[in-house]
């Protein structure tokens, strides 16, 4: 019998403050929509903070990564408080010093810069997902 | 020492839900966003609303020092029961589906790279924000 791949969760940052929350949630959605969208999943952080069963049970049951735009790391911390602890944490910003030429701006919609980092780092992640959906952690 | 009682509420706090799952989070965080760049940046301010768990201390008392304006995505009311919970009762809670429905708009289906006429609906909502601000300060533009 085949045995079914996990889903992998990722949590974005939530941030309307800066750019790179806006990187993060972009890259989220480059991996659900474009790169694995059979295997990435994302829910919204505040359903962690108003103890939602549903958003508790994924994040407890499945691989977790988290990909915060500051070293505030809500998207880590929040996972933290509910006990459980991300498989990979990143910060979206390390991909833009990764790729200098591509400095991203705007926060309600990034420019072409932005969309192409994220997607960069969506590609960069792919590994990541591969290797906690065949069974890495939990 | 500028007594109490003149002290006037110079901005509002908006608290957006961050609904990173759902087309009204899109809607909530952009339009949220306009609100503070474009229709009342003199007259508001914002919080990251995880930031409440995140970094605690003063962050928390985000809802005691601003009248606050919690902006939901849907009718989980994660900014408004946050909010609640962790800094202070809101001044006003708006949820996007109803201010979408009272206009006869349809809500957004696309979490992203969203339609012209679904880009309507951030404009619509701001106005809706705006307005609210105007209220909770008692002014009108």
Redesign the interface.
């Known amino acids: 019998m085949k045995e079914e791949k996990k889903k992998v969760v990722v949590l974005a940052c939530s941030g309307i403050g800066k750019v790179y929350g806006t990187i993060a949630r972009e890259t989220v959605y480059e991996l659900m929509e474009r790169v694995r969208p059979d295997v990435v999943v994302t829910i919204c952080l505040p359903l962690l903070m108003i103890d939602d069963p549903d958003a508790k049970k994924l994040v407890s049951d499945n691989p977790v990564i988290t990909i915060d735009g500051c070293p505030k790391c809500c998207s880590q911390k929040n996972l933290e408080a509910q006990g459980v602890k991300a498989d990979r944490s990143f910060q979206a910003i390390k991909f833009y010093t990764a790729h200098k030429e591509l400095k991203p701006d705007g926060i309600a919609e990034l420019d072409e810069n932005g969309r192409k980092l994220a997607a960069i780092a969506a590609d960069e992640l792919a590994q990541v997902v591969d290797e906690l959906a065949a069974g890495g952690e939990k | 020492m500028i007594p109490l009682n003149v002290l006037k509420v110079l901005k509002v706090g908006i608290v957006?839900?961050?609904?990173?799952?759902?087309p009204g989070?899109t809607v909530s965080?952009?339009a949220?966003?306009?609100v503070l760049?474009e229709l009342r940046p003199d007259k508001t301010v914002?919080i990251?609303?995880?930031?409440?768990?995140?970094?605690g201390g003063e962050e928390r008392k985000f809802a005691a020092d601003y009248p606050t304006i919690t902006v939901d995505?849907c009718e989980?009311?994660?900014?408004r029961?946050?909010t609640e919970?962790?800094s202070g009762k809101p001044a006003r809670s708006l949820l996007i589906p109803e201010i979408l429905e009272k206009r006869g708009m349809k809500a957004p289906a696309r979490?992203?790279n969203m339609s012209t006429e679904e880009k309507a609906t951030i404009q619509v909502v701001a106005e809706e924000i705006a307005r609210t601000v105007d209220e909770v300060l008692g002014t009108k533009e």
């Open positions: 957006s839900c961050s609904g990173e799952a759902i989070g965080r952009i949220s966003r306009k760049d914002t990251c609303l995880p930031l409440f768990i995140a970094a995505g989980k009311y994660c900014a029961k946050s919970k962790l979490l992203r």
